[in-house]
């Protein structure tokens, strides 16, 4: 039969590889642009929880018995330190660290001062293990306020109470030496929940942060970035799929081709900037003019395009057309001053002009040209 000594050994090989593998993936996640904050002192919390557990190790191999408790004490203090500071950053608390890291130093004087001198264990040991318990306290409680953003927060923050009690305990139990290995034993699994939790919420975290990343690149790919609106190549998709809705409901969609009159000018007297924010007007006007069905893509500097489903009549179109032009002439407040932009107008219809977009909006180009035309034979 295996001895209570040889089992926690055991455990002890299993249990340094299980947070090691833990504190390797957390360390290497925090090199990751789209990790959260914390994962780096994470990381380092769990690497020194496994040093400390060698440290343990070299115990069962007729060591210094004395030496070792004191070098895993210590270290569990810098493990509970870098544990409260990964939480401060995971959660983007603003809470001075270095509070938590003056009482670390305090804590580890104390107990080098009285547990390797005197025999005062007590003494010794009430200072590391109420910082080791105001540490994993403080974590416990910030996972718990934060529970209604995960409901394994709350998990998370029990196993982080009952390691708060286990350390509280440690002055009056541990100087039973019966209690020693079931001491550890519970302090090992426990922290193996707890890195196993956190590196949960970190992986959690980067899923939905590549699939945030992930969608705005969709968006980028088809929209354009400062109108909001879809772009070229969006357009000429769903041209297609409109197009194949039209013809199989016999219905008519226009192609409005839109061309801003005076926006060089704009460029030229105030700058890109300006520019820029008259664009985003523009776009924003032209948006208020449509309906839902209808698509509105920006497809070069100073152009617009709109696929129309609600002009189905020559006559729709021509008061669809005129209310563009009306919301567009009424003037922009620029640098206190007021700026006419305007625009010259032309559309084709499919399927009767045509059923490919390209030709549709060469001939609302051509059209277009014409209404510029017309516009300055009257200035």
């Excluded at 190790?57 to 004490?73: I, K, P, Q």
């Excluded at 590391?128 to 318990?133: E, F, G, K, N, V």
């Excluded at 998370?156 to 009952?162: D, E, F, G």
Aim: aromatic residues 14%; contains cysteine.
């Amino acid at each position: 039969m295996w001895s209570l000594g040889k089992a926690l050994n055991i455990f002890l090989v299993f249990n340094i590889t299980s947070v090691g593998i833990a504190a390797f993936l957390l360390l290497y996640l925090s090199q990751i642009p789209k990790t959260k904050n914390g994962c780096w002192y994470w990381g380092i919390a769990y690497s020194t929880l496994v040093v400390s557990y060698l440290v343990l190790l070299s115990a069962s191999n007729d060591a210094n018995v004395r030496g070792v408790e004191y070098f895993h004490v210590t270290l569990l203090m810098a493990f509970s330190c870098c544990l409260v500071i990964g939480t401060l950053q995971f959660f983007d608390v603003p809470m001075r660290i270095t509070r938590f890291i003056i009482l670390g130093a305090v804590a580890i004087v104390w107990f080098t001062i009285f547990f390797l001198g005197p025999e005062w264990f007590f003494v010794a040991t009430i200072v590391p293990c109420l910082y080791l318990a105001f540490c994993t306290g403080t974590v416990a409680y910030l996972f718990y306020r934060k529970r209604r953003h995960n409901r394994d927060y709350v998990w998370l923050a029990m196993l982080l109470t009952l390691l708060t009690i286990h350390y509280l305990d440690y002055p009056f139990l541990r100087q039973n030496e019966t209690f020693a290995p079931y001491g550890f034993l519970i302090a090992g699994i426990l922290n193996m929940l707890i890195v196993f939790f956190l590196l949960k919420f970190q992986f959690i975290h980067f899923r939905d942060r590549l699939v945030e990343a992930e969608s705005l690149a969709l968006k980028l790919a088809h929209h354009d970035s400062l109108t909001g609106v879809i772009n070229r190549r969006r357009l000429f998709d769903l041209f297609d799929t409109l197009k194949l809705l039209v013809i199989r409901r016999k219905e008519k969609l226009t192609v409005i081709f839109i061309d801003l009159n005076n926006f060089k000018v704009i460029n030229d007297k105030f700058g890109h900037e300006w520019g820029d924010h008259s664009l985003v007007k523009v776009a924003r006007r032209i948006k208020s003019v449509v309906r839902e069905t209808d698509v509105v893509a920006r497809v070069g500097g100073d152009e617009f395009v709109i696929l129309a489903l609600s002009c189905q009549t020559p006559a729709h179109v021509t008061e669809f057309v005129n209310r563009i032009r009306e919301r567009l002439q009424k003037p922009f407040i620029i640098q206190q001053q007021e700026h006419v932009i305007g625009a010259a107008i032309g559309y084709a219809v499919c399927p009767d002009d045509s059923v490919t977009l390209e030709t549709l909006l060469s001939l609302a180009d051509s059209k277009m040209f014409d209404d510029k035309q017309a516009i300055k034979a009257l200035q």
